[in-house]
């Protein structure tokens, strides 16, 4: 059982910053790609984020240049920085991992962005 805990969401004007957390049990973390998705208010999940277990990292292109993914293989924690916030980064933002045919997921931190 995999059980992922975020952290460090809130509110925040836009052009500011926030770092989130991920908190990953288990002793799969270092052997698993781990990843962030958001949910805006009417909207689909999306992948904001996703991190392989070495240095492999990708981006939507919306968050390209502004966000960071990186990870923690000691503290089993994955991290978002997230730079030059927009109005439209509002979203309940999730932390994920999929391993033996599982997808894992928290329980999802909200951050708000104000224009």
């Known amino acids: 059982q995999v059980q992922l805990v975020e952290s460090g969401g809130g509110l925040v004007q836009a052009g500011g910053s926030l770092r989130l957390s991920c908190a990953a049990s288990g002793s799969i973390f270092s052997c698993s790609a781990m990843g962030w998705y958001r949910q805006a208010p009417g909207k689909q999940r999306e992948l904001v984020a996703r991190?392989?277990?070495?240095?492999?990292?990708n981006y939507a292109d919306s968050v390209k240049g502004r966000f960071t993914i990186s990870r923690d293989n000691a503290k089993n924690t994955v991290y978002l920085q997230m730079n030059s916030l927009k109005s439209e980064d509002t979203a309940v933002y999730y932390c994920n991992t999929f391993w033996a045919g599982v997808d894992y997921w928290g329980q999802g931190t909200q951050v708000t962005v104000s224009s």
């Open positions: 991190m392989a277990p070495g240095v492999y990292t």
